[in-house]
């Protein structure tokens, strides 16, 4: 399983971003992708995850501004973020669960004025 995470830029704080992960492969045996996030000099953590059954679930960090999708037709999933925060500056990776668990490459996202 490949996963191809993009969609991360610098954005004023009160601003909007969608990241977009494209999984590619093996990817018959993924039953939840999920989005983490790692800022400097901390650990990584979850933000949001979805299964294939169509659930979806977020860290209280993210409830009520951050949005998880997925398009199955494109095997992409999206983390759309609104009202961002200087604190949701970090690197945000996606990851697939099924088979084993599987990591993009991360996406840099900053908020700041």
């Known amino acids: 399983v490949q996963l191809q995470a993009s969609g991360g830029g610098l954005v004023q704080p009160g601003g909007s971003l969608r990241l977009s992960c494209a999984a590619s492969g093996s990817i018959g045996n993924i039953n939840a992708m999920n989005w983490y996030r790692q800022a400097p000099g901390k650990s990584r953590e979850w933000v949001a995850g979805?299964?294939?059954?169509?659930?979806?679930m977020y860290a209280d960090s993210a409830k009520g501004r951050f949005t998880i999708s997925s398009d199955n037709a494109k095997n992409t999933v999206y983390l759309q973020m609104n009202s961002l925060k200087p604190e949701d500056t970090a690197v945000y990776y996606c990851?697939?669960?099924?088979?084993?668990?599987?990591w993009g490459q991360g996406t840099q996202v900053t908020v700041s004025s």
């Open positions: 990851n697939a669960v099924g088979g084993g668990w599987y």
């Open positions: 979805t299964t294939t059954g169509g659930s979806t």
